[in-house]
T-cell receptor, first 113, second 111 residues
Framework: DVKVTQSSRYLVKRTGEKVFLECVQD?????MFWYRQDPGLGLRLIYFSYDVKMKEKGDIPEGYSVSREKKERFSLILESASTNQTSMYLC????????????FGPGTRLLVL | SQQGEEDPQALSIQEGENATMNCSYKTSINNLQWYRQNSGRGLVHLILIRSNEREKHSGRLRVTLDTSKKSSSLLITASRAADTASYFC???????????WGAGTKLIIKP
């Protein structure tokens, strides 16, 4: 089974802090994704990566950056956390095609005070 | 961008009954997927149906796709308490680099 893990289930940070969310997948998947999920809005794509060191902006990249130095690891960085970034963050991966089955981690619920 | 739409937004039924939820989209697709999310957790893939398929089964799940109506339905038969979750559809419509997600249907199974 594909396993996608995220570094934290819950995080509490203060406004202005730099926040790192880590995601690791163990199935040699090419593509990795970061989404945020807010009530009533479904999933919104922040960034995705189709290869090491490659990244593409999703629908809401502002205030975020990403890093993919190794194939199995995809990091989401909030450069200066703000209260409107309080949300559930979901990491996912897919094998070859970006629009095929995606495998999700358990999510990180981030609260920015 | 979010373009898929699930209907209804919420559904509450008795254990043992069947649950049906629908997903509509606006343009052409290559495939449509259904995912389940238990409270506060990540999403789990249920079924992928391609545009040249009309129906697909997986255990108690049945998915249909009507490309002429641009809609899909997910049927869960003989529902169980463990089916309580939110269900999302996702398509590849209008994009070649991401899935387009609906806002989800929240399903509650009453014992």
């Amino acid at each position: 089974d594909v396993k996608v893990t995220q570094s934290s289930r819950y995080l509490v940070k203060r406004t202005g802090e730099k926040v790192f969310l880590e995601c690791v997948q163990d199935m040699d998947h090419e593509n990795m994704f970061w989404y945020r999920q807010d009530p009533g809005l479904g999933l919104r794509l922040i960034y995705f990566s189709y290869d090491v060191k490659m990244k593409e902006k999703g629908d809401i990249p502002e205030g975020y950056s990403v890093s993919r130095e190794k194939k199995e690891r995809f990091s989401l960085i909030l450069e200066s956390a703000s209260t409107n970034q309080t949300s559930m963050y979901l990491c996912a991966s897919s094998l070859m095609q970006v629009q095929e089955t995606q495998y999700f981690g358990p999510g990180t619920r981030l609260l920015v005070l | 961008s979010q373009q898929g739409e699930e209907d209804p937004q919420a559904l509450s039924i008795q254990e043992g009954e069947n649950a049906t939820m629908n997903c509509s989209y606006k343009t052409s697709i290559n495939n449509l997927q259904w995912y389940r999310q238990n409270s506060g957790r990540g999403l789990v893939h249920l079924i992928l149906i391609r545009s040249n398929e009309r129906e697909k089964h997986s255990g108690r799940l049945r998915v249909t796709l009507d490309t002429s109506k641009k809609s899909s339905s997910l049927l869960i038969t003989a529902s169980r308490a463990a089916d309580t979750a939110s269900y999302f559809c996702a398509t590849d419509e209008g994009s070649n680099y991401q899935l387009i997600w609906g806002a989800g249907t929240k399903l509650i199974i009453k014992p």
